[in-house]
């Protein structure tokens, strides 16, 4: 029995080993498994070898899946992570928002206690001032009786205005002049020339203003100060200007250094003081009102003879009362200008009235200027008749780096019996200058000049003088001039030896010899 059983055992185990050998290389590896079964089993291994290749499509299903889970669990996070993200900027925007917010209203806080602050100061200040009120009227025993009464008031104090605006200017001049003449005394003379001028304004608003001018003007070391006049004014914006009070016209002034003060001589008119109205009108200028001053004077002319038989003007003021009517226009463009000018003067008597009228024109190309003038001078129109003058002036300039070249020339068709010149107002018939100035530091100028003179008003008469000398400019500040010179002046007219000459002289009597004339001016501003 044992035997056979052995032999059995045997036999299995040759058969299993043929099976092995004729089985296939990829089934040995699922097929060690079953070694460990009982040797009954191994006729199986055929049937599981099919469930084995099955198997193989189900896992790669299952990989994929499982891929694809990975993913879609990557989008989530993604998603996630974006939401928080937005999330995390919409709370940081909440959190500026808050912050801009609390900002603000710490600031609107602040200007709210600022204000608070301020008004109380204000109350207290309005406090104390009325206290102080109550105590200057209890004080004094002052005030009606309902302020002593501390009753209320139906009305309120009105509001406190605006101050003034008060502003005060002006110049000062004072010169010392010296003489000396070639004559037998060969003497030295001296005088002086002082001059003050103030200008007080008030500025009521943007609107009104006023004006307050002092002056004093001597050939001496001391004079007297005079009231020189007083307006008011009103301004609508740039174009339109109204004055009434007393107001002052002149045309057509000199820029030569000795006639160039238009209260004594001018090219087109001389100063006319009125007391009335002018409107200022986008360049226009209208005047109107009564003569006051010297200009309540008119000169009066009556020729007489001298032994030799020559005429001699013998003039004198002439009092009258007069009024004034003045017209220009001022007209700028590109840097040029031009003034057209008329101004009538009647004393309502007859044959006692003048007019002036011309034309001034300042004309500039590059470094060359010239200004002109001219002006009618006419008086006694109800004449058949009436003899006027005519005033031609020209004034060149050039001007280039530090070099400064100027010039003038002036000439006057006088009538040759009654000659038309309104006191001083033309200084002498002709005359012509030229200056150069070379400008060596930022205050110092030295320049050498050469004039020209007629010395009358009497274009028959040959009084003629030749000035020569250097004149010194000093100007170490803004507001302060000085000016120093010295000239020689040659006398070249053969009427200057003649007895009675004086009398032709509109300007200085300088006789046969030659003349030396020095001096120093100063000016300041305020």
Not at 100 to 106: G, L, M, N
Not at 130 to 142: C, H, P, R, T, V
Not at 229 to 234: K, R
Not at 375 to 402: I, M, Q, W, Y
Request: hydrophobic residues 40%; glycine residues 8%.
């Amino acid at each position: 029995m044992k035997s056979m059983k052995l032999s059995a055992i045997v036999l299995g185990l040759a058969a299993a080993g043929a099976f092995a050998q004729a089985a296939p290389a990829n089934a040995a590896a699922p097929a060690a498994a079953p070694a460990a079964q009982p040797a009954a089993e191994a006729p199986k291994a055929d049937a599981a070898q099919p469930a084995a290749q099955n198997a193989t499509p189900a896992a790669d299903q299952q990989a994929v899946a499982a891929e694809e889970a990975k993913k879609a669990e990557e989008a989530k996070a993604a998603e996630e992570a974006k939401k928080a993200e937005e999330a995390k900027k919409a709370e940081e925007a909440k959190k500026a928002e808050e912050a801009k917010k609390a900002e603000e209203a710490k600031k609107a806080e602040e200007a709210k206690k600022a204000e608070e602050a301020k008004k109380a100061e204000e109350a207290k200040a309005a406090e104390e001032a009325k206290k102080a009120e109550e105590a200057k009227k209890a004080e004094g025993n002052e005030g009606s009786l309902v302020d002593r009464l501390n009753i209320t008031k139906a009305d309120e104090a009105p509001e406190a205005k605006k101050a003034m605006e008060f502003k005060i200017s002006g110049a000062a001049e004072f010169d010392a002049y010296g003489y000396w003449k070639n004559d037998k005394k060969k003497e030295l003379t001296h005088d002086y020339w002082s001059t003050l001028d103030v200008d007080f304004e008030v500025k009521f608003n943007e609107k009104w203003s006023a004006f307050v001018e002092l002056e004093a003007d001597g050939d001496n070391t001391s004079p007297g100060a005079v009231y020189n006049g007083a307006y008011v004014q009103y301004t609508e914006g740039e174009n339109f200007t109204l004055k009434f009070g007393d107001l002052t016209h002149a045309e057509g002034a000199f820029n030569y250094y000795d006639y160039n003060d238009p209260a004594d001589n001018a090219a087109g008119m001389k100063e006319h003081d009125i007391r009335g109205l002018e409107l200022d009108l986008y360049g226009l200028q209208l005047g109107l009102g009564f003569g006051r001053g010297n200009n309540d004077f008119y000169t009066v002319c009556n020729n007489t003879v001298d032994e030799d038989g020559n005429p001699v003007p013998n003039c004198y003021a002439s009092t009258g009362k007069s009024y004034d009517a003045h017209v220009a226009y001022q007209f700028d463009y590109a840097g040029q200008s031009l003034r057209p000018f008329a101004h009538y003067k009647s004393w309502q008597e007859a044959k006692a009235n003048e007019l002036h009228a011309g034309l001034e024109a300042a004309l500039e190309f590059g470094p060359f200027a010239i200004h002109s003038v001219y002006g009618l001078h006419a008086d006694r129109l109800t004449e058949d008749d009436p003899k006027a003058t005519h005033a031609f002036l020209a004034e060149p300039s050039f001007k280039v780096a530090n070099v400064n070249i100027k010039g003038g020339f002036f000439y006057a068709l006088l009538d040759d019996k009654n000659p038309t010149v309104h006191d001083n107002e033309l200084p002498e018939y002709m005359f012509a200058y030229g200056e150069g100035d070379i400008k060596l530091t930022d205050a110092f100028t030295i320049g050498l000049l050469g004039e020209l003179h007629t010395n009358s008003l009497d274009d028959d008469t040959d009084l003629g003088t030749l000035n020569f000398g250097t004149r010194i400019y000093f100007s170490p500040v803004d507001g302060l001039d000085v000016t120093g010179f010295a000239m020689a002046i040659l006398p070249m007219g053969n009427d200057w030896e003649k007895d009675g000459h004086a009398a032709w002289v509109s300007t200085t009597d300088y006789g046969e010899d030659l003349n030396l004339k020095f001096g120093v001016e100063t000016v300041f501003s305020f």
